[in-house]
């Protein structure tokens, strides 16, 4: 099986289902020519032309409102935002009218759209361009919320998501766009709503999202030179969450670890340790959950400050170590 980058895993996906299906399109701001802020797109508008991969005005909320509308007319609309900071800008269309139409209207409506954006820190981008935010769209009912860690999870999500009828918010870490994995060159989707265990172990369960799947499995490799095991799930989708995955490895370990780069005041990790606590797993405890967050303020600029404003692979050690105790 070939090794491809992230970036062109979606890529990939979305040229894959726009070349089998005319009612798929992109839009967003710089994404023809110029190939997007990440260069996602590049080359994608030499091959489906100017109508279908559409350059729009810099107005995030013009463009959401669009996709909804497209969506509702029988497009499949994929919209790229430049930073999932903006979703800020655009929580009208996409809060109160994508994802509550469909149940408004009784079924007879439908919103099959995705919104595409970059999210999380480690690009220098400072506090407005480099936020977590994806426990907020997971707060409203009627979003599907994805986050994959790797390439081949992302390819096969992001075209589960296109397939969706209801509206699906897809992050995309920047720092895992060159991170490459195995992926088929055929076309593949993956069960949104289905978690993927990364790692096996049986001392601890660690739950990572995104970029921290990746710290996760680093800490892992560690923690086995102190004689631990640790089994690393990725939930991949937070909406649907997986938690008998989940649950069964708690039930396996003995030991839970949570860990998200969004602030953990408020964060998903939090429906997470909540959900296992409500599960028959929480009787197969034997120590305190451990939560990991980013810390309550905004993303610095300096690269110091922001490393440290977020969870790292030493942390991670610490958390599993705390539950030995």
Not at 123 to 142: C, D, F, R, V
């Amino acid at each position: 099986m070939r090794e491809i980058t992230y970036l062109e895993a979606v890529r990939e996906a979305m040229s894959q289902m726009m070349r089998e299906n005319d009612d798929v399109f992109i839009m967003g701001e710089d994404i023809g020519v110029y190939g997007g802020a990440f260069g996602v797109t590049r080359g994608m508008i030499e091959e489906f032309g100017a109508e279908r991969v559409r350059n729009t005005p810099i107005s995030e909320s013009g463009i959401s409102g669009a996709a909804v509308g497209a969506a509702l007319t029988g497009m499949r609309p994929i919209l790229e935002l430049q930073f999932s900071d903006f979703i800020t800008i655009a929580t009208d269309q996409i809060v109160n009218q994508a994802a509550k139409i469909r149940y408004m209207y009784g079924g007879k409506a439908k919103v099959p759209m995705v919104l595409r954006t970059p999210a999380g820190s480690g690009t220098g981008a400072a506090a407005q361009h480099s936020q977590s935010l994806e426990a907020w769209m997971t707060h409203i009912p009627g979003l599907k919320v994805i986050q994959p860690s790797t390439a081949y999870d992302a390819k096969g999500l992001l075209r589960a998501a296109i397939e969706d009828d209801n509206p699906v918010i897809f992050y995309e870490h920047k720092l895992l766009y060159r991170t490459k994995a195995d992926v088929p060159e055929q076309p593949y989707s993956l069960p949104i709503g289905k978690a993927d265990i990364k790692r096996q172990g049986k001392d601890v369960t660690v739950v990572a999202t995104s970029i921290m799947v990746h710290k996760a499995l680093e800490a892992a490799g560690q923690l086995k030179q102190d004689g631990i095991e640790a089994e690393v799930v990725d939930p991949r989708t937070l909406v649907p969450l997986d938690i008998e995955t989940i649950a069964e490895s708690v039930k396996k370990t003995g030991r839970l670890v949570v860990v998200h780069e969004a602030v953990k005041r408020g964060g998903y990790g939090a429906e997470i340790v909540s959900q296992v606590i409500e599960s028959e797993a929480f009787d197969y405890l034997d120590a305190p959950i451990q939560r990991l967050g980013g810390l309550a303020v905004p993303i610095p600029y300096n690269p110091i400050l922001e490393k440290s404003a977020v969870p790292q692979v030493e942390d991670i050690v610490r958390a599993v170590k705390a539950t030995f105790k």
